[in-house]
């Protein structure tokens, strides 16, 4: 039954697209990080087949507002007009730890403030080393960081708050020791530092890291999801690698302000699960690291996810005890 409805939803889209005007000027279509990261790069690949999903005419522009684990560009997308014509690529900072991690700044609420318009994908992140770290298997990793004294190794992510940073504090809890942590302003710098040994680790994100994993400039040890990932079918799974029950997925969700007209919303997630269902886009996405969301994916089940996330990642910030100040 849904494929049948995936295969008919293109024909409807034109129609829609028309009713709405999304012709009418480009919609701006936000990311809560710097250029070049995995959430900047869901959406570059997304924007032009979730335009042309949405007929003829229509543009999108993205835009990155940076800040605080995405929830600067969460609260300004909250106070937009709710027309369609401004969007979000949210992810799991933004609207699972920052509302529970940041202490006197929430402005809003990941689940009542935005209309929840379609998961883009769950992607797994990947454990990274310096070239000169001394093990080389997971498991052999994963040891050589249990044994290590506390506080001795350095780890870098691409800021305080982020799902790379709560991932390498929950390591930490799951092995029984302590790290350094040493943010940086963006994924490119922290895989950056890595590479010259300015840290000695991360857990990265597959789009961000994919490239300089590729080229050998770091190594790739682990991915944090369930199983392997296609594009990577040598590394093993951080449960496979000796940490149990480390089921880290990162998640993409694409959101608009809150109070869309059903209309708008409707032919929106119609558009985005168009364009999910286009083999080259998934492949396009798979390659750069991501993974097509393919499961039961309207309105409702969007918005069930993010109410389900945000439980899951309560729990998660109370475990590793992080507190973010603005």
């Known amino acids: 039954m849904r494929r049948r409805s995936l295969l008919l939803a293109p024909a409807l889209l034109p129609s829609l697209a028309a009713a709405q005007g999304f012709a009418e000027r480009p919609i701006t279509l936000v990311t809560g990080y710097s250029p070049g990261g ?36 969460s609260e300004w997308l909250r106070r937009q007009p709710a027309d369609g014509f401004t969007l979000m690529v949210a992810e799991t900072g933004s609207h699972a730890i920052a509302p529970n991690a940041l202490i006197g700044w929430n402005r809003y609420d990941p689940v009542t403030d935005f209309t929840h318009l379609g998961i883009i994908g769950i992607p797994p992140l990947i454990l990274i ?28 992510t691409s800021g305080v708050g ?18 350094v942590h040493v943010p940086y302003r963006s994924g490119a710098q922290m895989l950056q530092a890595i590479h010259t040994g300015e840290a000695q680790f991360g857990i990265a994100a597959l789009a ?16 944090t999801g369930p199983r392997r990932f296609p594009t990577y079918p040598e590394l093993p799974t951080m449960a496979e690698s000796g940490v149990p029950d480390f089921d880290f997925d990162t998640w993409f969700i694409l959101i608009g302000p809150p ?6 919303a409707g032919a929106i997630n119609r558009a985005l699960i168009a364009a999910l269902a286009e083999d080259p ?9 991501h993974d097509a969301f393919r ?3 309207g309105l409702t089940e969007a918005q069930a996810f993010i109410r389900a996330e945000v439980v899951k990642y309560r729990d998660v910030v109370a475990r590793t005890g992080i507190r973010l100040s603005p």
């Open 38 to 73: 995995s959430t900047d790069i869901a959406a570059r690949l997304l924007a032009d087949r979730l335009a042309a999903n949405l007929g003829t005419g229509t543009r999108i522009v993205v835009e990155n507002r940076p800040g605080a684990a995405g929830a600067v560009a």
């Open 129 to 156: 080393v310096n070239n000169q770290f001394p093990a080389r298997s997971g498991a052999e990793v994963v040891g050589a960081l249990r044994r290590a004294p506390p506080d001795s190794i350095t780890y870098a």
């Open 162 to 179: 982020g799902v790379l940073h709560l991932a390498a504090e929950m390591l930490a809890v799951q092995l029984g020791t302590r790290f």
């Open 208 to 223: 961000s890291a994919n490239a300089m994993v590729k080229e050998g400039l770091v190594r790739g040890i682990a991915v």
């Open 259 to 264: 109070g869309l007209p059903p209309a708008v």
């Open 281 to 289: 886009l998934r492949d396009r996405l798979m390659a750069a690291g």
């Open 295 to 297: 499961a039961a994916n």
